[in-house]
């Protein structure tokens, strides 16, 4: 029977959450002028956070895993006696992870290598991972498992408000910045993380506020008569989040919210004051 091992890339958040560290994490890099960190091991979540506040003029930006990187972690994993491995990936429309991942399953021999697509970011993907572990301790065939993910990829969604666009705009992850521009630095519209794994908007909103509410909104609209997973991804406003978790909780019944950091290399994208709200139907 073949052993299955499971890796996912750090965008999923998966080393700020709770678990057994068998799922190998593969990480991306965030270079804060000619300094380079990896994600997690070199700097975490708060204090990128706060040295953005500090000097919002950085230069920060971001470098996939590279395929080397991610080819080594193929054979560390087959060397502990992994036949087939299958490694999560950032949704491929925002990140080269996933195709640096291909890549390198490309170049190893005598393991069969499944890359998924999660077409999304953050907790779902971690998510993913969790339920992969779990079935693969539960001797359930790689088919199996990768059913189980699509599953998964087919019924989240989240949507996004950020404090600015700049960083968006800047590093070319929104994917319908036309037309925007000229009062783009004036708007908070809400976004969301489309089906198709793009960040894209969907209302155009001048104020902060307006676009939480509307983001609720949609959020519990969409939920309504559904069994579901909540969660909040949170930057440097934890407070505002644990506020808002509070409120679902106790105002809309939902149970067990989770709060999630978003990790440095997607933050340099999204910015501080970035807020999430998202959900996975239970299956």
Avoid: W
């Avoid at 080269?96 to 390198?104: D, F, K, S």
């Avoid at 519990?220 to 989040?241: H, P, Q, R």
């Avoid at 501080?272 to 139907?281: A, D, R």
Wanted: overall charge negative; hydrophobic content about 40%.
């Amino acid at each position: 029977m073949s052993k299955i091992g499971i890796a996912v890339c750090g965008n999923s958040g998966i080393d700020y959450a709770v678990h057994d560290k068998r799922i190998r994490v593969y990480r991306s890099v965030l270079m804060v002028e000619d300094k380079e960190y990896e994600d997690f091991v070199d700097i975490n979540a708060d204090d990128f956070y706060a040295m953005l506040i500090k000097n919002p003029e950085l230069n920060v930006r971001t470098a996939q895993t590279s395929t080397g990187n991610i080819l080594k972690m193929y054979e560390e994993m087959a060397a502990t006696g992994c036949d087939e491995i299958i490694a999560i990936a950032i949704s491929e429309k925002l990140s080269g992870t996933y195709q640096n991942a291909v890549l390198a399953a490309k170049m190893i021999e005598n393991v069969k290598v499944h890359v998924f697509d999660s077409k999304t970011v953050s907790y779902p993907e971690a998510k993913m991972a969790f339920v992969a572990q779990k079935l693969a301790d539960q001797n359930v065939p790689a088919e199996k498992i990768l059913e189980e993910l699509g599953k998964i990829r087919d019924h989240q969604h989240i949507f996004v408000c950020v404090d600015t666009l700049k960083y968006l705009v800047k590093n070319g992850r929104l994917s319908n910045a036309a037309g925007f521009f000229g009062s783009l630095l004036k708007l908070k519209p809400l976004l969301e993380v489309s089906k198709d794994g793009k960040v894209q908007t969907i209302e155009k909103i001048r104020t902060t506020p307006k676009a939480r509410e509307a983001m609720l909104g949609r959020f519990l609209t969409e939920i309504a008569g559904k069994s579901v997973e909540a969660f909040i991804i949170y930057t440097n406003n934890f407070d505002v989040v644990a506020d808002l978790k509070d409120e679902l909780e106790e105002k809309h019944g939902l149970k067990d919210v989770k709060l999630v950091p978003l990790t440095p290399v997607v933050g340099c994208h999204a910015g501080p004051g970035t807020m999430g709200l998202g959900y996975i139907v239970n299956q």
